[in-house]
Structures are given as C-alpha cells and as structure tokens.
C-alpha cells in the first residue's frame, strides 16, 4: 500500500473542556483545550487559534500576466508582492468575496471564475480554511477602492517574473506562493 492511503485507523482526541481566552469580532479567536489522546494522556493546555475563512484570487489577463499588488505589510514589516486575498464576510460565499476583494483591491474584474482548491493554515492549532480562486481574462474596470490601511501598487507579472520574485524574496506570502 502507497503511503497517500491510511494504513491505521486515527482516533480522534476527546475534547474534555474549552476555554475561550480571547475573542476579538470576527477576527480572531483564541482558546485552550484539555484534550485526552487516544493513548489516554490528557494534555490540560492545547491551544486553538481560529482566524476567518479567507480567499486568495490568481487573476489573470488575457496575456497571461498575473494581476498583484505590491504594499508595505505591518506583520511582516516590510514591502511584498502580494495576490489580493480578503476575509470571507458572513453575508458572502468564497466567490462573492473572492469577486468583491479583486475589484476592490485591484480595479479589475474577470468574466470567468474558477474554484481552484480549499486549504488550511495552521492546522495543528486550527487556523483558518482559505479558497483560492482563478479568475481568467481579468480586466481593468475601476480603480481600486479597498479601503485598506495600506497603501497599494498594482504590478502584472508574467509567470518568469513572478518565479524571479520568489528567488529575490519579492514574494514572501506563503499563500501568495502557494
């Protein structure tokens, strides 16, 4: 048997308490379980962190350039070339943020969608399911009015470009990566 098919049986954890220790709006949740393990070893503080379902869009142009942005990011602390990517409001599925946060951030807008994958980051504390989109033949329709705290400049980049910022560190956003 392949190693890509399970060869034992995983036996979840029993959740035996949850505290909440802080909860900010939609943002940010963030909680301390005591878990027993299948062992039977209780573990008193096993920490959940719990941010927003998210989307991150691949746009591209009709000649085959990438639609990004390139802003200063505070929790990094330094400039990156970036895919737009927002939070999935509770009055919206993926998509619709995913349609929102590109005209938004970027000014374009694209005819074709296409849902290409769910992921999840930091999966050993919960983290967060984020939805990556491709949206083909985008197009310039508006200027970019996210409203944002950071300041913006929109860059297209062929593939060769975009793999070049990688190397140079341009491009430090694992999900931008991804």
Do not use: C
Not at 106 to 129: F, R
Not at 130 to 144: G, Q
């Amino acid at each position: 048997m392949d190693s890509l098919h399970k060869t034992k049986k995983q036996v979840k954890w029993e959740i035996l308490e949850t505290k909440e220790l802080l909860h900010i709006d939609s943002r940010l949740t963030v909680s301390v379980q005591k878990v027993r393990l299948p062992n039977g070893r209780v573990v008193e503080d096993y920490y959940q962190v719990v941010y927003p379902e998210s989307v991150i869009i691949a746009a591209v142009t009709h000649d085959n350039k990438v639609v990004m942005s390139r802003q200063y990011l505070h929790g990094f602390g330094d400039t990156s070339i970036v895919l737009p990517a927002g939070t999935v409001a509770k009055s919206e599925t993926p998509l619709e943020t995913a349609k929102r946060e590109l005209l938004e951030e970027t000014g374009y807008i694209s005819p074709e969608w296409q849902a290409l994958t769910e992921l999840y980051s930091h999966v050993n504390y919960k983290g967060s399911k984020i939805s990556f989109f491709l949206a083909k033949d985008a197009v310039k329709a508006a200027e970019p009015a996210s409203g944002d705290l950071e300041e913006m400049e929109i860059v297209l980049l062929h593939e060769s470009e975009i793999i070049n910022a990688i190397r140079n560190r341009n491009i430090i956003s694992i999900g931008t990566i991804t």
